[in-house]
């Protein structure tokens, strides 16, 4: 059975499914209809997952049949632990987002048209060998994307999604650069990822192939400078767009490095590792100071989120076992974590109309359970042992040490670390206790139902990985273990 190609396109059937719904019935039918379909595409990647061989390193689930036969393009999908841990997220949170956007009422059928194609287009990148049809999905995610925040977003949509774009588009033509380069090389010649994995490039070819690949995914991931597109989209978003784009879209950037760049061109991976781990330290330091001065929830999670990816691009840049598993365990985590924290300012902001910290004191005293789901967000997210924010952080620190990198990048990533536990305590003691405000007594009800649903998947999740790592690392570490062989072999 053709299981990948069923995750990848059952969203998008559902999406035309939604579109034929008629308006009379838009928002009660359209959001059960979406609601079906993400729920059935979850239950097929777990089955995936769980017949998963979590002991080879190779891909698995192939299907290649031929596209566009003239240019030797393939549907050519396939995955390995790596790409598995990504889709589960990937359909995990876009579940999520869809109960956490079940009262929409402004062009629901759009909204969940956009949700719906935004999954298949995540699951796409994932799963995609050919890198024609890698490029075709990489572009996929933009569009529903833009036409989220530009529809849904706040009072600077219009400026924000259009900036948001045309960065996301600046990173994507140094990526198309990169492919074609290496297409049209002489040990190019075709699109099959995995064979391009086992090409050996001359050098000096691979060391500027390699920037236009690293500034192309940098842009998605984000790394400072490249961050002012994410931030404000983050700020403008609604909560779903927030989820979405913090918890899935910008691990695509990360996956790209550790599917192309590194396999492909391992020469120059060496050579330009003290850059990408000095820019991932920079990262980490602007991201972690920024956030820790925002008064606007929303905005210190979008400058968090910068500082957090910062710590994955450091695993990346390292090189290391230890670095690389904590780069992909903190990508799962982050995107869990992150995903918990926006759902929740979310709907303190649903409530308040306000995201200003000091406007915001008290919610714990006013509504325990919220406050409490806010404040254990925070806690993960600082990195405490025995939950989900620990162990990627720790892995990549322990790489980035082991690693030929200089010892002033673990040093920094130490200081990112306390750091990010200053800024989330912060919230904790700003939001959380103290007596309540004017704005929080008259607007800040208890946690409904629908915030239970959306909110405790996730924090069970985060406890799960925090107390197990093997949960991810038996999925990653195979995969994991063949790279740092290329990269110790060139």
């Avoid at 689930?61 to 997220?89: A, C, H, Q, R």
């Avoid at 994307?145 to 960065?167: H, N, Q």
């Avoid at 915001?360 to 989900?388: D, R, Y």
Wanted: aromatic share 14%.
């Amino acid at each position: 059975m053709p299981i990948l190609s069923i995750i990848a396109f059952l969203p998008a059937l559902g999406a035309a499914a939604v579109m034929c719904i008629p308006n009379s019935r838009g928002l009660s039918l359209a959001k059960w209809v979406t609601a079906g379909f993400m729920v059935v595409d979850l239950v097929i990647v777990a089955g995936m997952a769980l017949s998963f061989d979590r002991g080879a390193a190779g891909m698995q689930f192939i299907e290649k049949i031929p596209w566009i036969p003239s240019f030797g393009i393939n549907y050519f999908v396939g995955v390995d632990g790596i790409s598995v841990t990504m889709i589960v997220l990937s359909a995990l949170l876009s579940l999520i987002v869809v109960f956490g956007s079940w009262s929409t009422d402004h062009r629901p059928k759009t909204w969940f048209v956009m949700l719906l194609l935004l999954e298949a287009g995540m699951n796409g990148v994932f799963m995609a060998l050919d890198f024609a049809l890698f490029y075709v999905y990489w572009e996929w995610v933009l569009i529903p994307m833009y036409f989220i925040i530009a529809w849904w977003g706040k009072e600077d949509r219009s400026y924000v999604s259009l900036k948001f774009f045309l960065y996301m588009l600046l990173g994507s033509v140094l990526i198309l650069l990169g492919i074609l380069a290496i297409y049209l090389h002489p040990q190019g010649g075709t699109w099959d990822m995995v064979e391009l994995a086992n090409r050996n490039f001359p050098v000096g070819f691979q060391m500027w192939v390699f920037g236009l690949f690293y500034f192309g995914f940098a842009v998605r991931v984000p790394v400072w400078p490249f961050h002012t597109g994410h931030s404000d989209a983050h700020i403008q978003a609604p909560t779903a767009g927030s989820v979405t784009l913090a918890g899935v879209l910008l691990k695509t950037g990360t996956y790209g490095l550790i599917r192309v760049s590194l396999p492909m061109l391992p020469d120059a991976a060496h050579q330009w590792a003290w850059f990408v781990g000095a820019m991932a330290c920079a990262a980490i330091l602007y991201g972690s100071v920024v956030a820790f001065w925002q008064p606007d929830l929303k905005k210190m999670l979008a400058y968090s989120s910068v500082g957090h990816m910062g710590f994955a691009m450091l695993g990346i840049a390292s090189g290391t076992q230890e670095g690389l598993d904590g780069a992909m365990i903190l990508a799962f985590a982050h995107g869990v974590i992150t995903g918990l924290l926006f759902l929740v300012v979310g709907m303190i902001y649903d409530r308040a109309h306000t995201r200003m910290a000091p406007d915001l004191q008290g919610v714990g005293k006013k509504a325990p359970v919220l406050g409490g789901m806010l404040a254990f967000a925070a806690i993960s997210s600082l990195g405490l042992p025995g939950l989900a924010g620990f162990a990627g952080e720790f892995l990549v620190i322990v790489g980035a040490w082991k690693s030929e990198l200089p010892k002033f990048y673990t040093v920094v990533a130490g200081v990112g670390m306390l750091l990010g536990a200053a800024y989330m305590l912060w919230v904790i003691y700003r939001v959380v206790y103290g007596e309540p405000t004017e704005t929080v007594e008259k607007s800040m009800p208890e946690a409904r139902p629908i915030d239970l649903l959306t909110a405790g998947p996730l924090m069970a999740i985060t406890v799960i990985i925090g107390l197990n790592w093997n949960v991810l690392l038996d999925f990653i570490d195979p995969a994991i273990k063949i790279l740092t062989q290329t990269l110790v072999r060139s």
